[in-house]
């Protein structure tokens, strides 16, 4: 017959020092551990959103410098109109046409944004904050009963 018994010594300890600590230096070390993982995964956090923040960086001035050339084509496309209507007419007469084309569409271009800027204001989350200010209601309300 054999009878198992919980731990190798046959006592109720165990001989490699595993629960042999108290409690409160478990849960120190426990808390120590712990907060030295949130350190670290905040370091590491924080080295990934400074290499983002780089790449961020010069996407941002790559579109800006895009944004330069395209208004320049935009400009030399503009020069080429004005040279093409002018074999037919006067040069003077080309660049007041295109002008005026170019006027009636930042006209329209700008009529278009006020219309949407001003379904946009004021800048507030409205509905959200009249959610907020009806819950606060509600928890007043029930605090007095």
Request: aromatic share 4%; no cysteine; proline share 6%.
């Amino acid at each position: 017959m054999s009878s198992t018994q919980p731990y190798p010594n046959g006592s109720g300890r165990s001989t490699h020092g595993f629960g042999e600590e108290p409690v409160g230096e478990l849960v120190q070390r426990a808390s120590q551990q712990l907060t030295e993982l949130v350190r670290g995964e905040m370091r590491l956090a924080q080295a990934e959103m400074k290499e983002k923040g780089k790449h961020y960086g010069k996407g941002g001035g790559l579109f800006g410098g895009a944004g330069l050339v395209g208004f320049l084509a935009l400009q030399a496309l503009v020069a080429t109109v004005i040279a093409a209507l002018a074999v037919p007419l006067p040069v003077w007469a080309a660049a007041l046409i295109v002008t005026v084309a170019l006027g009636v569409i930042a006209a329209v271009m700008a009529i278009s944004g006020k219309k949407h800027v001003s379904r946009a204001a004021p800048p507030a989350p409205e509905r959200t904050i009249d959610s907020v200010r009806a819950d606060v209601a509600e928890i007043k309300e029930s605090a007095k009963r």
